[in-house]
């Protein structure tokens, strides 16, 4: 029996790769312009620090992570970025070498979901994260990245939901009130929000359930509770926001799963490109009592993580133009050994080479040169290289000419210079 690729997780294949390639190094390229620099993390991690972190009454902790024994030691392979880069920012005591630390991230997640469109067991994320900064400046600054670098990704119909839930003092006010407006609808809610609403009522609002939706639609604002200190925060936010023209709506529904979040709270959805009813495209919020939480100093922070899956279903999985690039297909073993040396110059002048060196006929090379996406194709067998000449074939215009075998490298590097491709793949290089 063949072998398949565990369920909910892909492989993603080369003509796939380049639209990978242009978001990871738009994304790269964004977060360098707002300071931020890589950091890697291992991707399995003690199962407790996602525990103490994400919280033990999440859908994440309860059901989706992936968790194994070894060596007497429970181990999960991460269902996020978040717990590990503070992990690691205490276990490096980085908040002694510099008061502000901006972490960027990329990588495979693992969440034991349903798959279905844009919902993957294993996924990539990309995230940035803040410590030491208290905002709100560096909370709008997050907000405005986001939205500039899917906009210049060319995803349309962006939406931001933005809500605060306060610090500890606001988030028990709220609790309270919500449960005061819970209780006496406590049966008429489903089953799932019925269980949550001792244990961490907020989630009740996450629920996806219409009648859970109805039943809440009145609910207390997350607003209304906060302290005049939260609220200012949060204000502040909003007038920083309209000052950079980023548009956003305030959403007091918008809680999020996860125990660590504090005051400041967002979310970018899309309904552009393929994606399906999965449209949160990334989301984010402060944390500021997760350092101290995992066992380091009182440090306030606040991250995003975007979805690169879903972030590509959103651009319409159109496809990229690749850099023009020439296949050469020489004919016999003296030819072959001529054109290994003919690619290495043609290489070293910066331009891609496809070498077909199969014991093959005239006929199967030119089919392959065609379908391979090359713009040029050099074609020649021994009695041309004994004439000092080769056959340089426009595969796009279908023409072809004699050229030198001393001039050919010259004359590859010229044509596909001016290639409308190479014009094209250098604006969308980098995504830039
Ligand atoms: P979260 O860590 O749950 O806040 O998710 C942040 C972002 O990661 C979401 O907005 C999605 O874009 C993406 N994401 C979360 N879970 C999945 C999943 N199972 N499959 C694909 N993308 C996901």
């Not at 609002?205 to 009648?211: E, F, H, Q, V």
């Amino acid at each position: 029996m063949a072998y398949r690729a565990v369920k909910g997780m892909n492989d993603i294949l080369p003509p796939e790769i380049e639209l990978w390639q242009q978001l990871e190094s738009a994304f790269v390229r964004a977060a360098h312009l707002y300071g931020f620099a890589e950091v890697r993390t291992p991707l399995v991690e003690p199962t407790e620090l996602f525990v103490r972190s994400i919280g033990e009454v999440t859908d994440v902790v309860q059901k989706e992570m992936y968790t194994f024994e070894r060596h007497h030691d429970s181990l999960t392979l991460r269902p996020e970025g978040t717990a590990s880069c503070v992990r690691a920012y205490v276990q490096h005591s980085m908040h002694a070498k510099d008061p502000v630390t901006r972490w960027y991230y990329m990588g495979p997640m693992y969440r034991a979901e349903r798959p279905q469109r844009g919902r993957y067991r294993q996924f990539y994320q990309a995230g940035c994260e803040i410590f030491g900064d208290p905002g709100p400046t560096c909370d709008s600054e997050l907000i405005a990245m986001l939205v500039g670098l899917f906009q210049q990704l060319g995803i349309s119909d962006l939406r931001v939901a933005l809500n605060s839930i306060g610090g500890a003092e606001s988030r028990a006010r709220y609790r309270q009130a919500l449960l005061d407006f819970l209780r006496p609808l406590a049966s008429q809610l489903s089953e799932e929000s019925q269980r949550r609403l001792e244990e961490n009522p907020l989630r009740v609002l996450d629920s996806k359930a219409p009648r859970d939706q109805e039943l809440t639609a009145d609910a207390p604002s997350t607003l209304d509770a906060l302290t005049s200190e939260d609220r200012g925060h949060f204000d502040e936010i909003c007038t920083q926001l309209s000052a950079l023209q980023v548009p956003y709506e305030i959403s007091t529904r918008l809680v999020r799963g996860l125990d660590y979040y504090s005051r400041t709270l967002f979310e970018v959805q899309s309904n552009s490109g393929e994606l399906g009813a999965q449209n949160a495209i990334a989301g984010g919020g402060r944390y500021d009592g997760l350092v101290k939480r995992l066992g380091g100093p009182d440090v306030p922070s606040i991250g995003f993580a975007m979805g690169l899956e879903r972030i590509l279903l959103a651009m319409g999985n159109r496809p990229v133009t690749s850099e023009p690039f020439v296949f050469v297909a020489p004919l016999g073993a003296a030819c072959v050994r001529e054109a290994l040396v003919m690619a290495q110059q043609i290489r070293a002048a910066g331009f891609r080479v496809e070498l077909d060196g199969r014991d093959n006929s005239l006929k199967s090379k030119l089919r392959r040169a065609n379908s391979s996406g090359a713009t040029l194709a050099i074609v020649f067998g021994e009695a041309e290289l004994e004439s000092g000449k080769v056959q340089l074939k426009d595969l796009a215009g279908h023409s072809q000419s004699d050229v030198a075998r001393d001039a050919i490298a010259a004359e590859v590097a010229a044509r596909l210079s001016a290639s409308p491709d190479a014009a094209r793949a250098d604006q969308s290089g980098g995504g830039q």
